[in-house]
């Protein structure tokens, strides 16, 4: 986002004919002017750099803006108001309405409203019904000629993002979907016919795009005839950076059904142009790598994570998609065995959520037990059965027990391995008493055999076989024949824990373009890790 108040936009004097010129051999500032205008009309994110550019250039010039391209101008300062910024986004679209009133744009003021509405608050139910009045106001312009099929397309189509992003709050999510895939049918048949207009192609492929995303998660193969479609009009119409949304919810659901290679060649020829995009891109395709049939290339799916993270420091004020990206990153350093340099990023993602207003305890968890499984590796088992215990602790809290417990376990173990066997006995007894509480007979059993074995270091073979006794019993209280969560490693315990921010609604997307969170198993598991062979021998 520009570092320039708004209020520069708006030189002092007004410019006068075609005559004013740059002085001292700098860019005219016509020609600044028409390619700002050319990218307004292209929906391009550079857009905001270019009125900048042309304001300055105006102004220099002893000239100004019109009120119309004023309007425009404060639009796409809007728009690239992003992350903690997007508070600013409102004022500048209610003042661009204004603008485009003066200008005669009526349709325009429309849209500016529309996205004014969508920025000064969590949609709700005045947003969605000012929405509505805004969207009944663009038909009837449209119907007389005083708002162009784009303009009224966008801004139904915003009205319907915004009840696309309520249907998780309301008491019959599945009904309210179905009456929104309704309203988005009837946004596609007014729009097709008038596609030829790149700037409806673009509404279209987003109409597209939404339908694509509330329909997956009850008919996926219907989503991917709308995602394929949607990317197909954003290409057509010359601005396949407008696709990246798109491309992502496309790549997620062909990861949620398998077509990993079909989702990694999707990624691969995207051209997103906007930092969180680019991250959210690069996130995604070594999620995508990472669960491919002939298993995680380790070195391309680092590159790709490394890449996310410097585009994600990148994007002012959303620190979640710079601590997803370092989590991502430490945990792929940490799978190569490079555990030093893991460790390293993710005590900056640690640092990250110490400073970030939002801290979510299931990053700071995540991190905090890769950062013990690191010193565990690093032969710093006290180090890593403090980092153990601090997880664990927080986790305890969690409905689902299992965590703590699996926490708990590798706090044991450390202790373990740190020479501390009573407190490594007491560890495994709290691990225990956690796998029981959650129903986890065969888990609870592998930490009372731990248990008794190091009761019987410390205190004699006696306690050591009621301890043992104890295991036998909950093992025979487990399912006969399999496996109700048997402790099944260091590794896939880590990777079992919930994914950071939590997961997103039913009809959601997360920073990995998934709906609902589909395409992995809890917290983000590969295949492989979704057994429940002990990846690793910690007892």
């Not at 002092?12 to 016509?30: F, K, M």
């Not at 009133?101 to 947003?127: F, H, I, M, Y």
């Not at 088992?381 to 153990?388: E, N, Q, S």
Request: glycine share 10%; with cysteine; charged share 25%.
């Amino acid at each position: 986002m520009s570092s320039r108040s708004p209020d520069d936009l708006l030189p002092r004097a007004p410019l006068d004919g075609p005559g004013a010129r740059a002085d001292g051999g700098q860019a005219d500032p016509h020609e600044l002017l028409h390619r700002a205008r050319r990218l307004t009309a292209d929906g391009h994110p550079s857009a905001g750099g270019a009125w900048e550019r042309a304001s300055t250039a105006l102004r220099r010039a002893g000239g100004s803006l019109t009120p119309g391209d004023h309007a425009d101008a404060l639009d796409a300062t809007a728009l690239d108001c992003r992350g903690r910024a997007r508070q600013a986004a409102g004022p500048l679209f209610s003042r661009a309405a204004g603008l485009h009133e003066r200008a005669g744009r009526r349709g325009k003021a429309l849209v500016s409203r529309a996205r004014a509405l969508l920025s000064d608050a969590e949609p709700g139910a005045t947003v969605c019904a000012g929405l509505a009045d805004l969207g009944e106001r663009a038909t009837a312009l449209h119907t007389t000629g005083q708002a162009t099929a784009a303009e009224t397309a966008t801004v139904l189509l915003l009205r319907c993002r915004a009840r696309a992003d309520l249907l998780d709050t309301g008491p019959d999510p599945a009904a309210e979907a179905a009456d929104l895939r309704g309203d988005l049918g009837r946004l596609i048949a007014f729009a097709t016919p008038h596609r030829a207009d790149p700037a409806v192609l673009g509404a279209l492929a987003e109409a597209r795009t939404l339908l694509g995303r509330v329909t997956v998660p009850d008919e996926p193969a219907a989503a991917l005839v709308q995602l394929r479609a949607a990317v197909a009009d954003h290409r057509a119409g010359g601005r396949p950076w407008q696709a990246a949304e798109s491309e992502l919810l496309l790549a997620g659901v062909l990861r949620a059904t398998g077509a990993h290679e079909e989702a990694a060649a999707v990624l691969r020829a995207a051209t997103p142009l906007r930092g969180a995009d680019r991250a959210r891109h690069g996130l995604a395709l070594a999620r995508t790598l990472a669960l491919s049939d002939g298993g995680p290339d380790g070195d391309a799916e680092v590159a790709l994570l490394a890449e996310a993270v410097r585009h994600a420091d990148a994007v002012t004020g959303d620190s979640r998609l710079s601590t997803l990206a370092r989590l991502a990153l430490g945990i792929a350093r940490a799978e190569q065995g490079r555990w030093r340099e893991a460790s390293a990023v993710l005590e900056e993602a640690l640092s990250g959520l110490a400073e970030d207003d939002g801290d979510d305890e299931t990053a700071r968890v995540r991190a905090r037990a890769w950062l013990a499984y690191c010193a565990l590796c690093l032969g710093e088992p006290c180090r890593a059965a403090g980092d153990f215990a601090c997880a664990a602790a927080e986790v305890r809290r969690w409905d689902d027990r299992r965590h703590g417990a699996a926490l708990s376990h590798l706090t044991a173990y450390a202790l373990c391995a740190a020479g501390s066997p009573e407190k490594a006995a007491r560890a495994y007894e709290r691990a225990a008493d956690l796998w029981r509480a959650a129903g986890h007979h065969a888990a609870a059993a592998h930490s009372l055999h731990a248990r008794a074995r190091r009761v019987r270091e410390v205190w004699g073979a006696d306690a050591a076989d009621v301890v043992e006794e104890e295991a036998l019993r909950e093992a025979a209280r487990a399912l006969p024949g399999g496996d109700d969560g048997e402790a099944d490693g260091a590794r896939a315990s880590l990777h079992r824990l919930p994914e950071p921010y939590g997961p997103p609604g039913r009809y959601q997307v997360d920073a990995y373009g998934e709906v609902g969170g589909a395409g992995t198993g809890p917290g983000g598991r590969r295949p492989e890790e979704q057994s429940g062979t002990r990846a690793q021998g910690c007892e």
